[in-house]
């Protein structure tokens, strides 16, 4: 019984320190997402930390939402917050209210590699590739 005992409050242990997740310096991220020259309206923008060296702690991801000029602005522990300081990959991919694009919006494909750096200015300017044959598996989302 003792043991059983021990092993809740172990695990009720390791759940709240889940919820208190540590938090990493952000800084301030912006940007735009455009396609053929135009702006890419309500799509979804994900900051994603890379992994550097063998640490296991890279920080939570950011995600911005384009607005109708097709900026955006990074949210990461808080309302546009920022993103996490270090190394990102950067991902778009449709929202639930996107409407429809000529270029390939896919979540899983990286369309750059940034550095956001603490004292910024942390501004990326991101072209989407059309669609294509070429790019045909980069589309599933968009269709």
Same mark, same amino acid.
């Given at each position: =019984?003792?043991?059983? !005992?021990?092993?809740?409050?172990?695990?009720?242990?390791?759940?709240?320190?889940?919820?208190?997740?540590?938090?990493?310096?952000?800084?301030?991220?912006?940007?735009?997402?455009?396609?053929?020259g135009k702006?890419?309206?309500?799509? =979804?923008?994900?900051?994603?930390?890379? !992994?550097?060296?063998?640490?296991?702690?890279?920080?939570?991801?950011?995600?911005?939402?384009?607005?109708e000029s097709?900026? *955006?602005?990074? +949210?990461?522990?808080?309302?546009?917050?920022?993103?996490v300081v270090?190394?990102?990959?950067?991902?778009?991919?449709?929202?639930?209210?996107?409407?429809?694009?000529?270029?390939?919006?896919?979540?899983?494909?990286?369309?750059?590699?940034?550095?956001?750096?603490?004292?910024?200015?942390?501004? *990326?300017?991101?072209?989407?590739? !059309?669609? +294509?044959? +070429?790019?045909?598996?980069?589309?599933?989302?968009?269709?």
């Open positions: =019984m003792i043991r059983m !005992r021990s092993m809740s409050l172990l695990f009720l242990a390791l759940l709240a320190g889940c919820d208190g997740m540590e938090k990493f310096p952000v800084s301030a991220t912006t940007g735009t997402v455009q396609c053929d702006p890419v309206v309500r799509a =979804m923008v994900y900051f994603e930390p890379k !992994r550097s060296g063998e640490g296991a702690m890279i920080g939570q991801q950011g995600y911005a939402l384009t607005d097709g900026k *955006f602005t990074v +949210s990461t522990y808080g309302e546009k917050d920022g993103a270090g190394t990102h990959m950067i991902r778009v991919g449709k929202s639930e209210t996107s409407g429809p694009c000529p270029c390939a919006l896919n979540s899983m494909t990286v369309q750059k590699e940034v550095e956001v750096t603490a004292k910024g200015p942390n501004h *990326f300017d991101i072209t989407l590739a !059309r669609k +294509s044959s +070429s790019n045909k598996d980069e589309v599933r989302e968009a269709d």
